[in-house]
């Protein structure tokens, strides 16, 4: 397990560009609020999680635990939800609002973004390229070109 990355994985890249390309800026890894969150967008109050289905029972197909040693990795991802609800609380207490992002969710890039969009903003995207561009510029999420 030494060879899994608790940093920098595919599905929290993929949420990251995504957040970018809302035009989103954040800070990484803050070590010194509650359970290191994989994002931080301090102008808007989000910490955001990026959870692996696997490690942190999400009970999707992905979830499934091995069939052999079925106590260790019952007892292991249990450990992981409850530091994980540890966590949420304390950054709620904290006045952050706290959103889990999960991989089974992070498909493609087209629905990061819209997720994205969903969960850490609150709105949804059209599916037309003009109506995120109509709804991104309505949000202030554009840059302005003087």
């Known amino acids: 397990m030494r060879a899994v990355r608790n940093r920098n994985t595919a599905p929290e890249l993929m949420a990251r560009r995504a957040a970018h390309r809302l035009g989103l800026r954040f800070r990484l890894h803050r070590s010194d609020l509650p359970g290191s969150p994989d994002f931080v967008l301090p102008k808007h109050a989000v910490a955001v999680f990026v959870?692996?289905?696997?490690?942190?029972?999400?009970?999707?197909?992905?979830?499934?635990?091995?069939?052999?040693?079925?106590?260790?990795?019952?007892?292991?991802?249990?450990?992981?939800?409850?530091?994980?609800?540890?966590?949420?609380?304390?950054?709620?207490?904290?006045?952050?609002?706290?959103?889990?992002?999960?991989?089974?969710?992070?498909?493609?890039?087209?629905?990061?973004?819209?997720?994205?969009?969903k969960k850490?903003?609150?709105?949804?995207?059209?599916k037309t390229s003009a109506m995120r561009s109509r709804r991104r510029s309505a949000a202030g999420l554009h840059k302005r070109r003087k």
């Open 120 to 126: 850490v903003l609150g709105f949804r995207f059209g």
């Open 51 to 117: 959870h692996g289905c696997f490690w942190h029972g999400h009970g999707c197909r992905r979830s499934k635990l091995p069939q052999s040693n079925l106590e260790f990795w019952r007892s292991k991802v249990g450990k992981n939800r409850l530091r994980d609800r540890k966590a949420r609380r304390a950054l709620a207490k904290l006045g952050w609002r706290v959103v889990t992002l999960w991989q089974c969710e992070l498909s493609n890039a087209d629905a990061a973004e819209e997720l994205v969009a």
